[in-house]
């Protein structure tokens, strides 16, 4: 009698877990030493209309708690993304590694937004 594979046991799940988790790590702590790095009290936190070099109100600017949001962000998809796949492995494997390769891309699209913010610092 074959036993039926637990989420915990599958090897796939636990590699799309752990770099979903290293990634969200890597966010917190890029964001982290990019502060400590720059001493200032204003930063960039958006960038509209970017494409025109010449538009008015082209930088927004925002504080701190603006940036340590990214943090937040990549813990909170971190820990929705393993809520959500766990709870979805019993009735669709695959939902399941979805989930987590959108964890996945949705880390990576913080890594980029944050570090392209701290760019035009």
Same mark, same amino acid.
């Given at each position: 009698?074959? &036993? /039926? &594979?637990? +989420?915990?046991? !599958?090897? +796939?799940? #636990?590699? #799309?877990? /752990?770099?979903?988790?290293?990634?969200?790590?890597?966010?917190?702590?890029?964001?982290?030493?990019?502060?400590? !790095?720059?001493?200032?009290?204003?930063?960039?936190?958006?960038?509209?209309?970017?494409? !025109?070099?010449?538009?008015?109100?082209?930088?927004?600017?925002?504080?701190?708690? !603006?940036?340590?949001?990214?943090?937040?962000?990549?813990?909170?998809?971190?820990?929705?993304?393993?809520?959500?796949?766990? &709870? /979805?492995? &019993?009735?669709?494997?695959?939902?399941?590694?979805?989930?987590? +390769?959108?964890?996945?891309?949705?880390?990576?699209?913080?890594?980029?937004?944050?570090?392209?913010?701290?760019?035009?610092?």
């Amino acid at each position: 009698m074959a &036993k /039926t &594979k637990t +989420y915990f046991r !599958d090897h +796939y799940i #636990l590699i #799309l877990l /752990t770099i979903n988790f290293f990634l969200s790590i890597a966010l917190i702590i890029f964001i982290i030493l990019r502060l400590i !790095d720059i001493h200032s009290s204003n930063y960039i936190v958006q960038c509209r209309n970017c494409s !025109d070099p010449n538009a008015l109100n082209r930088f927004i600017n925002g504080n701190i708690v !603006d940036l340590i949001s990214f943090s937040v962000f990549g813990i909170l998809v971190f820990v929705i993304n393993f809520v959500l796949s766990y &709870k /979805t492995y &019993k009735l669709n494997h695959n939902l399941s590694i979805v989930i987590l +390769y959108l964890g996945i891309l949705l880390e990576i699209f913080g890594l980029i937004v944050s570090n392209s913010l701290f760019v035009l610092r």
